[in-house]
């Protein structure tokens, strides 16, 4: 498959890397666009009030490569009409640093935002995370710290499976059905993990920010939220749980009540 591969995290992150290195070894061809810099938490936003810029670059990758100082769906519009020289089969978007499972962090996340621009295009469309603990999310996010051994193996495990999903899933979804195959991958994660099919877990997150310091900022920090999903069907956030890899199908015709 002919693939544009996105993130927020950046292009500097391991997590895309890996990405890029296991759908090479799948035997798809690539083109890469992504943030110059991180864009977490950003969902679909598009920058409006100045321009983007888009340099190529050459990472090692192996492919065409481009960063822009813009947002996920930034890299994937200015993809789409400018850069890329022929069109794509779908977009990819990922590994994230953390998981993208329930309803409140699916839609405040770059990583489905940037998947979501690509079904906007008529696309089939992956989004891809991993899930760490909240330690090493902020020894990571924080103070950039390098993953340990045992997460750079559950990465090339993780990578492996969804460049094996992307061509079973994407190459079955029909183009413009506005449709987001939303992957969250555990930890750890191994060869034979096994992938349940899910629903996006009904997930209060309250509270996002700090008081105000002195100056009258507040920062935005973890809080605990509250789940109030039903027992059935199984939810993203149980799954990943459970130590299996979530699916969730992401189809925004749904959305709405007849």
Known sequence: MKLLVTNDDGINSLFLHELIFA????GHELYVVAPASEQSWIG?????TRSVKASAV?????CPTWITDGT???CVNIAIAHLLPHKMDAIVSGINVG????LGF???SGTVGGAWEGALHGLPAMAVSQDVSETTY???KEHGGEPSPELRSTLKYSAAHAARLAGELLTKTPPRTFTVHNLNFPFPCEPNTPMKRTVPAQFFVPGLFSPADDEGRHKLIWTVGEDVSPAEPLTDLKCVGQGCISHTVLD???LGHA
């Open 138 to 140: 902020r020894e990571l």
């Open 252 to 254: 925004y015709r749904k």
């Open 44 to 48: 679909a936003a598009k920058t409006r």
């Open 72 to 74: 996920p769906s930034d």
């Open 106 to 108: 699916i839609i405040a």
């Open 58 to 62: 050459d990472r090692g990758f192996g």
């Open 23 to 26: 759908l090479k070894a799948a």
């Open 99 to 102: 998981f993208n499972c329930t």
